[in-house]
T-cell receptor, first 113, second 114 residues
Framework: SQTIHQWPATLVQPVGSPLSLECTVE??????LYWYRQAAGRGLQLLFY??????ISSEVPQNLSASRPQDRQFILSSKKLLLSDSGFYLC????????????FGPGTRLTVL | KQEVTQIPAALSVPEGENLVLNCSFT??????LQWFRQDPGKGLTSLLL?????REQTSGRLNASLDKSSGRSTLYIAASQPGDSATYLC?????????????FGAGTQVVVTP
């Protein structure tokens, strides 16, 4: 079964600083990969999804970007963080087109001060 | 645009009682519906997945039903235990051409008291 690693687990960054969050997946090949953000007391919001290397789609306009340099590696980045970027970031993987369960990583807690 | 709502936002029950968690969605054109559990500060664990052609799924003490026509799903947890305390999230998957982009509800926070 799939295992998803995310790091760092927690991060405190000043406004205007850059960001790089990494997600790697084991136990599957050619997965669909997703980045979600969970703000305090709210549901998950899909930020990016990827169906293959260098194939990234954005769901919401924002100052974040995503990259997929390898089949099982997904990176979330920002050049300049905003206060509103604070939240809990979750990476997930699935396969096929909506037909199967999605598996989630342990998440990264980001606080922007 | 699909909207997913979970009511109540929070629920507290004594140990042994059955839990009933509700999820409603506005667009009945879904591919499947999933229920997840989230412990504080942790990622999500998938509990049950119901395909749009199914009416219910069961796993141990958990049973989830789906009524697409009314846009509702219910998660039942029998004989609750303190270890069931968590936030429960439901999510719907749109039709098959949307690559599994889940739409989540805000969740129901459950506390089971000993």
């Amino acid at each position: 079964s799939q295992t998803i690693h995310q790091w760092p687990a927690t991060l405190v960054q000043p406004v205007g600083s850059p960001l790089s969050l990494e997600c790697t997946v084991e136990g599957t090949s050619n997965p669909n990969l997703y980045w979600y953000r969970q703000a305090a007391g709210r549901g998950l919001q899909l930020l990016f999804y990827s169906i293959g290397i260098d194939q990234i789609s954005s769901e919401v306009p924002q100052n974040l970007s995503a990259s997929r340099p390898q089949d099982r590696q997904f990176i979330l980045s920002s050049k300049k963080l905003l206060l509103s970027d604070s939240g809990f970031y979750l990476c997930a993987c699935g396969s096929g087109t909506s037909g199967v369960k999605q598996f989630f990583g342990p998440g990264t807690r980001l606080t922007v001060l | 645009k699909q909207e997913v709502t979970q009511i109540p936002a929070a629920l507290s029950v004594p140990e042994g009682e059955n839990l009933v968690l509700n999820c409603s969605f506005t667009d009945s054109a879904i591919y499947n519906l999933q229920w997840f559990r989230q412990d504080p500060g942790k990622g999500l664990t998938s509990l049950l997945l119901i395909q749009s052609s199914q009416r219910e799924q069961t796993s141990g003490r958990l049973n989830a039903s789906l009524d697409k026509s009314s846009g509702r799903s219910t998660l039942y947890i029998a004989a609750s235990q303190p270890g069931d305390s968590a936030t429960y999230l439901c999510a719907v998957a749109p039709p098959t051409d949307s690559w599994g982009k889940l739409q989540f509800g805000a969740g129901t926070q459950v506390v089971v008291t000993p």
